[in-house]
């Protein structure tokens, strides 16, 4: 069995909108099967929420101790 893919991430911490969508797209334009994106951002993106959902993106969000949000995106299942 191979080792899994690393993730592709796209820290965003210090980026103002809209680089961190853009570079998001960007990162996802490059996903392989098996791999995840990322995000490292200090506020919940919801306008990329609806566009993952809508293009067959599955993610979840993960609330660091520092106030940043961990948005790990991969492909949807099915």
Known sequence: M??????IVVDARRLL????????LEALDEL???????L???RQPAPLFDML???GYAYTVESQPD?????HIR????
């Open 32 to 38: 392989k099967p098996g791999q995840e994106v990322l």
């Open 40 to 42: 490292m951002i200090p």
């Open 75 to 78: 492909h949807a299942a099915g």
């Open 17 to 24: 909108p809209p680089e961190p969508m853009e570079r998001t």
């Open 2 to 7: 191979s080792e899994p893919l690393p993730p």
């Open 53 to 55: 959902r809508n293009n």
């Open 67 to 71: 106030g940043v949000f961990h948005i």
